[in-house]
């Protein structure tokens, strides 16, 4: 959505003094020295158009950088431009933009997922050599397995969420896309640590995530929750996410079936809790204090016009869904309950944790999508996120890593994680891409 050309030329030409300085120092060069990044449009950068994919926020410039944006540029990262996605990250195909849609670049037909679309598609593309998204429901886990990308969503509270603009508060967290998992070990160990800005941060060590690529994964008993091969699942998906089981198995880990049985209550649950804390988080955009605004005749009916203009249908649609949860007499029926049942989902996870170190599960029913092809029917949208929610509920990691294809589309492999142990799924997926090459596809552009 914006392209950062001087100041990406001029972090560029900086690379190359301090790699010019640091090779006759003989120090270490900095992690992501020289290296371009794409950044999703919901993370605040100082001095460089935010908007979130939104009209509302159009032409908003943030006066400060998001932590991950300071730990990036301190690592000398090079930051090409800011990406679209679904208007403040709500939505599963990268539609709901205020400004335009994003293709698929192995169709432009076709959708790249959602909400982190437009990250997705600018490493897909080879716009750039990584990027960073943020996943509530999936937002990075479908668009990767979309696009045949490593994507990641951390545990919730690894990564600073200071200078992300807040959609679903309890669930958002922000994480990379690349290539390969050993690109994803040097972008986590970069952004990933506790931060005094952030009051959900968790104050855990970061290990070295490059030192545990062994390539090993023998010893370890991955788990394959039996209600995520769920009805309406793509045939061919549902043979390839198999297929690639059985190359983990043949890696020498010890697959065995297990049973997440709330999951199944997933998906209301999230649409009850998302929605509430978006509609409490988008009360700040009233056109009274940043952002456009729709002039009227009062107050009132300024706040009102500008919120009816200017945010899109999606973005309505939960606020309208989320308050009304919250509302007088409705709040222990849906919001109460909802987080009882989340309870009921962390259990699950926890249950199937102490039994085995891992678990593994088609990331999504389908390939891509057509483009308009669900806009007009948001359950049907919603359902593709059916297998990555559960993980957001939790709090729990997840990794995707491509595994196949399916109608000449990329299918992605989703590993889930115990809390803040990152580091077994990226050894797992790592050892995953030294024996298969679908990682290495490209789309011809």
């Known amino acids: ?16 003094d301090q790699r010019k300085s640091t090779k006759q120092a003989k120090d270490e060069p900095l992690p992501l020295l020289g290296i371009p990044l794409a950044i999703k449009d919901v993370i605040c950068t100082k001095g460089v158009t935010t908007t979130c ?5 159009e032409g908003f410039v943030p006066p400060y950088d998001a932590t991950v944006m300071v730990r990036l540029n301190a690592a000398g990262a090079v930051m090409l431009g800011k990406t679209n996605c679904d208007e403040f990250a709500m939505g599963s195909s990268n539609e709901n933009s205020g400004f335009k849609a994003t293709c698929n670049p192995w169709d432009v037909s076709r959708v790249p997922g959602g909400s982190s679309g437009g990250s997705a598609a600018a490493v897909a593309a080879g716009e750039a050599l990584g990027s960073l998204g943020s996943d509530t429901g999936g937002s990075i886990r479908q668009p990767a397995a979309l696009c045949g990308l490593t994507g990641l969503k951390p545990t919730y509270g690894r990564v600073s969420r200071y200078g992300l603009i807040a959609y679903g508060s309890s669930l958002d967290q922000i994480g990379p896309f690349t290539r390969t998992v050993a690109d994803m070990a040097l972008i986590l160990q970069v952004i990933a640590g506790p931060d005094s800005l952030d009051g959900t941060s968790v104050p855990q060590p970061v290990p070295d ?6 390539g090993d994964m023998r010893g370890l008993k991955v788990g394959v929750p039996r209600e995520y091969f769920v009805e309406g699942i793509e045939q061919n998906v549902e043979k390839v996410t198999q297929e690639a089981i059985a190359v983990l198995r043949s890696l020498g880990a010890e697959i065995v079936e297990v049973s997440l049985p709330h999951t199944k209550y997933a998906l209301p649950t999230y649409y009850v809790i998302a929605p509430a804390e978006a509609s409490a988080n988008l009360t700040r955009y009233d056109g009274v204090r940043y952002g456009q605004r729709v002039v009227g005749e009062s107050m009132w009916e300024e706040i009102e016009e500008t919120r009816g203009k200017l945010f899109g249908p999606e973005v309505r649609r939960r606020i309208m869904l989320g308050t009304y949860a919250l509302s007088a007499g409705y709040y222990d029926a849906y919001y109460k309950r909802a987080q009882q049942v989340r309870t009921l989902i962390r259990r699950d996870f926890e249950t199937v944790f102490a039994q085995v170190d891992l678990l593994v599960t088609p990331t999504s029913p389908t390939v891509a999508f057509g483009l308009g092809q669900k806009v007009n029917d ?3 949208m919603y359902l593709s996120d059916i297998c990555t929610i559960p993980v957001n509920l939790a709090g729990v990691p997840g990794l995707v ?9 990329p299918v992605g492999l989703q590993l889930i994680g ?9 050894r797992v997926g790592d050892a995953y891409q030294r024996v298969t090459d679908w990682h290495t596809k490209q789309p011809q552009l």
Do not use: H
């Open 401 to 409: 890593v491509p595994c196949g294809f399916s109608e000449n589309l």
């Open 418 to 426: 115990k809390p803040f142990d990152e580091a077994t799924l990226l």
């Open 209 to 214: 995530y490059s030192a545990a690529l062994t």
């Open 1 to 16: 959505m914006t392209i950062t050309g001087d100041q990406a030329l001029a972090q560029a030409q900086a690379a190359d």
């Open 378 to 380: 948001p359950l049907t």
């Open 53 to 57: 994919a939104s009209r509302i926020l």
